[in-house]
């Protein structure tokens, strides 16, 4: 039996490299190894809790569908599917909330993070004790939907009712799974059985990676405009590098490195060879680096990785024939799995039927 590799991003715009490095290079190489049963999917009912246009919604489905594609994911090697064609999920939603603690979902990071941004609240202090009052409050205009407080709920089901064991997601994704993995163990001793697993993250023996931004601080994220996108054309993609926040240069030999600094060299590793990486660090180390010549490198680099892939989602977003193909054998897949694990999870709970 292979082990099953289940993974999804959120309809909510185009892919930047950190969607790439963090998510969708590491789906590529699993289903390249050929030794899992790869399925990948498109989570276009997670992109509703934040509210997104209905008429641009389809067609961010599209562009990630594309770029899917367009970096390596091959439909006759994995299941890529839409997570809305997949209604079973959205009836296990429903069944795995009743063992869900609303405490456990208003102290997650992103709740909270995502909660402030929806009542307006400019602060990034986790131990804010205020924001559970704000989030009950009594300004009716101020709402936190539901939908994001049970966020987590819904990635716990697209993962168990899949019976995935290995999940390729970012860092900022790590304590979903750990959410995952306690209602997995919670339904199972509830109802005194063995029958969810708990699932891990992978990076092929590596850390997480967490791909920086260019505005010299925190993640490159699409909510932060600070991104690189793998549609970007060339002449942006480089402005946007030539623009990134560096600092005045190190003073003396060996000097730690300022923010904006490592986040260069943590983009100049992901891309570049190790030969460059060691020319500018030792450049940096004997203080004689320029910034301006490490960026142009970075930036050639990055367009080696963004180019081809860029021709390719080009080609492809217009081929609709072939994006609803890919979609159809997916959902038919990933449908007859989740079928079987609702069904069992209902005979679990006791729900029967008459006829
Ligand atoms: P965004 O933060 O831009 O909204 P998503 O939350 O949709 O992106 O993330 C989709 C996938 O990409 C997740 O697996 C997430 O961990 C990964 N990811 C997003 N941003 C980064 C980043 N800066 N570094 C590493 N992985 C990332
Ligand atoms: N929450 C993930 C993100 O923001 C997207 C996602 C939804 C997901 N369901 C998932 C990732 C299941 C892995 C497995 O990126």
């Given at each position: 039996m292979k082990e099953i590799v289940l993974s999804g991003i959120r309809a909510t715009g185009q892919l930047h490299l950190g969607n790439y490095y963090g998510a969708l290079s590491k789906f590529v190489r699993m289903q390249e190894e050929g030794v899992y049963d790869s399925n990948f999917f498109i989570a276009d009912l997670h992109a509703l809790t934040t509210h997104p246009d209905p008429k641009i919604l389809h067609n961010n489905v599209k562009s990630i569908l594309s770029e899917y594609l367009a970096a390596g994911l091959d439909p006759e090697k994995s299941t890529i599917f839409v997570q809305s064609d997949v209604p079973e999920i959205s009836e296990m939603f429903l069944l795995l909330n009743m063992h869900v603690g609303i405490g456990e979902l208003m102290r997650t990071a992103s709740f909270k993070d995502k909660a402030r941004k929806q009542l307006g609240i400019k602060t990034d202090n986790d131990n804010d004790d205020n924001i559970e009052k704000e989030i009950i409050g009594t300004d009716s205009n101020k709402r936190v939907n539901a939908g994001l407080l049970t966020y987590p709920t819904l990635m716990a089901v697209d993962i168990l009712i899949q019976h995935a064991d290995l999940v390729p997601v970012g860092k900022d994704q790590e304590q979903h799974l750990e959410l995952t993995r306690r209602f997995a163990r919670r339904f199972n001793s509830v109802y005194g059985?063995?029958?969810?697993?708990?699932?891990?993250?992978?990076?092929?023996?590596?850390?997480?990676?967490?791909?920086?931004?260019?505005?010299?601080?925190?993640?490159?994220?699409?909510?932060?405009?600070?991104?690189?996108?793998?549609?970007?054309?060339?002449?942006?993609?480089?402005?946007?590098?030539?623009?990134?926040?560096?600092?005045?240069?190190?003073?003396?030999?060996?000097?730690?490195?300022?923010?904006?600094?490592?986040?260069?060299?943590?983009?100049?590793?992901?891309?570049?060879?190790?030969?460059?990486?060691?020319?500018?660090?030792?450049?940096?180390?004997?203080?004689?680096?320029?910034?301006?010549?490490?960026k142009k490198e970075l930036a050639e680099d990055i367009i080696k990785v963004t180019a081809p892939i860029r021709e390719r989602i080009i080609d492809i977003q217009n081929n609709d024939e072939y994006l609803a193909k890919a979609v159809k054998m997916g959902a038919e897949k990933a449908r007859a799995r989740a079928s079987k694990t609702l069904e069992e999870v209902r005979e679990i709970m006791g729900i029967k039927r008459f006829f």
């Open positions: 059985v063995e029958y969810f697993k708990e699932p891990a993250n992978f990076n092929f023996g590596g850390n997480a990676v967490k791909v920086p931004g260019l505005d010299g601080s925190g993640k490159m994220g699409k909510s932060e405009g600070n991104c690189i996108y793998l549609l970007d054309e060339e002449k942006v993609l480089r402005k946007k590098v030539m623009r990134a926040v560096t600092d005045e240069g190190p003073k003396a030999p060996n000097s730690p490195m300022s923010e904006p600094i490592k986040n260069l060299f943590t983009l100049l590793e992901l891309v570049s060879t190790q030969d460059k990486v060691k020319f500018f660090t030792d450049a940096y180390n004997d203080c004689s680096i320029r910034y301006g010549d490490l």
